[in-house]
C-alpha cells in the first residue's frame, strides 16, 4: 500500500531585477531554494537545500538510497509542510537501529546534500544488474536528444541539476522521469522517489544526469537496479572503480553525437560505421 503523501511543490523559479553589461534593468527568473528538514518518526534526520520540485519523492528517495527503509511499503505517510520548512515520515513499525545507522556518516562531494548514512561502501558487493539488458547507440542518441529537447528550469534560470530516467528502446526511448534540483544528489533520490511510488522497474532503464558521476551518483544509480548510466560531465576516480566493480555502463561527456564510454562496454553495441568512416 502506498503511503499518504501531500503535493506540495513550490513556485520553481522566481523574477527578479537585475542590471545587465549595458546599464539596463532586465527581469530576469532565478531559480528558487529552499530548506526542508527530513523528520522520521519525529527522529530529525537531514536538512536537505531544494527547488522544491518533488519534495514527497526527494523525501522517500532519500531515504531509499541511504537504505534507511528498504520499502516503500514501510512508509506510512510523507507529509510536506512548507510553513515549517519540514517533511514528516511516518513508518509503520519504526526504523530498526535509526540512531546506529546515523552514526556513521561519509562526507561527499555531494551538492545539496553531502553526506551517506551507514555502511553504503560495504553493501556494494550485494548489488546485482541485469546482463541480459543492452544499450544501443541509437538509443543513446535518442535519450540525449530528448534531453536536450526537454523544456527545463535550468534553460530559464539556470543553477540547477537535471535527471532523468529513461525507458530503452531504440528510437522510441522516452523520458519517463524528469527532475531538477539545485543538488545533484536530491534530483536522483526524488527519482529514485518516484521510481517507488510509481512501481517503476529500472533493471533495464537508462539513468542521465548533468552532474558528475561521483561514487555515490554511481551507488546510487546501482541500489536503484539501473545497469546505465549517462552523464555530459565527467566522472572521478573512485566513481569509475564502483562502476568497474558493480558492473555498471558508465558513459560521460555526453552530448549530441559524443560520448566516452568508460565502463560496461559488454553491454554497449556501437552502430555500424557507415562506407568510408573510420571507427
Known amino acids: 500500500m502506498s503511503p499518504v503523501i501531500t503535493d506540495a511543490s513550490r513556485p520553481l523559479t522566481f523574477e527578479v531585477d537585475a542590471v545587465n553589461e549595458r546599464g539596463e534593468h532586465v527581469p530576469t527568473p532565478i531559480a528558487g531554494e529552499n530548506p526542508l528538514t527530513l523528520y522520521v518518526d519525529k527522529c530529525e534526520i537531514v536538512t536537505l537545500m531544494t527547488l522544491g520540485q518533488a519534495p514527497e519523492a526527494l523525501a522517500i528517495g532519500?531515504?531509499?538510497n541511504q537504505r534507511l527503509v528498504r520499502s516503500?511499503?514501510?512508509?506510512a505517510?510523507?507529509?510536506?509542510?512548507?510553513e515549517t520548512d519540514a517533511v514528516a515520515v511516518t513508518t509503520h513499525a519504526g526504523i530498526e537501529a535509526l540512531e546506529k545507522k546515523m552514526e556513521k556518516r561519509t562526507v561527499t562531494t555531494g551538492c545539496g546534500q553531502g553526506t551517506v548514512f551507514g555502511d553504503l561502501m560495504e553493501e556494494v558487493d550485494s548489488i546485482r544488474l541485469r546482463k541480459d539488458v543492452f544499450l544501443t547507440e541509437e538509443t543513446l542518441y535518442t535519450v540525449l536528444d530528448a534531453v536536450r529537447r526537454h523544456e527545463t528550469i535550468y534553460k530559464s534560470a539556470g543553477a540547477v541539476?537535471?535527471?532523468?530516467?529513461?525507458s530503452n528502446a531504440g528510437a522510441a526511448s522516452e523520458i519517463i522521469a524528469f527532475v531538477e534540483d539545485v543538488g545533484r544528489h536530491n534530483a536522483v533520490d526524488a527519482i529514485a522517489g518516484k521510481?517507488?511510488?510509481e512501481g517503476i522497474d529500472g533493471s533495464d532503464k537508462i539513468f542521465y544526469t548533468t552532474g558528475r558521476l561521483?561514487?555515490?551518483m554511481v551507488i546510487k544509480a546501482a541500489q536503484m537496479g539501473i545497469p546505465f548510466l549517462v552523464s555530459r560531465s565527467g566522472l572521478t576516480q573512485m566513481g569509475w572503480q564502483i562502476a568497474q566493480r558493480i558492473g555498471i555502463t558508465m558513459l560521460g561527456r555526453a552530448v549530441n553525437k559524443h560520448y566516452l564510454l568508460?565502463?560496461?562496454r559488454e553491454r554497449f553495441i556501437a552502430a555500424a560505421p557507415a562506407p568510408g568512416e573510420n571507427r
Request: net charge negative; with cysteine.
Open 77 to 82: 505517510s510523507v507529509q510536506v509542510d512548507w
Open 72 to 75: 516503500i511499503d514501510e512508509l
Open 161 to 166: 541539476h537535471g535527471c532523468a530516467l529513461a
Open 195 to 197: 521510481m517507488w511510488l
Open 262 to 264: 568508460f565502463t560496461g
Open 62 to 64: 532519500y531515504l531509499r
Open 214 to 216: 561521483t561514487s555515490e
